[in-house]
């Protein structure tokens, strides 16, 4: 199974381009697919986020709002590919 990291996110968020800059980053390093969604393309997670975005989900788990965990986030990854 391949990890899976997404953020939810939307045009024009600065906080949304650091996240994404970060975890495009983090690719050079752990493998993972990293899956971008605009919350403005579907009202239900317009509602959902709108006041929390970025927000970041590995695996389907939702970790973190407004900034990355970065040591938190390695340790999930260093964790997942060890396994």
């Given at each position: 199974?391949?990890t ?6 939307r ?12 975890l495009e980053?983090l690719?050079s390093?752990?493998q993972f697919?990293l899956e ?5 393309s ?5 509602r959902l986020y709108l ?6 989900a590995?695996?389907?788990e939702e ?9 938190d ?11």
């Open positions: 199974m391949t899976q990291i997404t953020i939810y996110q045009d024009g968020c600065h906080l949304c381009e650091i996240a994404t800059a970060q980053q690719q390093d752990y697919e971008q969604i605009d919350i403005e579907n009202d239900h997670l317009h006041e929390r975005i970025p927000v970041i590995l695996d389907g970790l973190y709002d407004f900034e990355i965990d970065l040591p986030l390695k340790s999930r990854l260093l964790a997942i590919s060890a396994r």
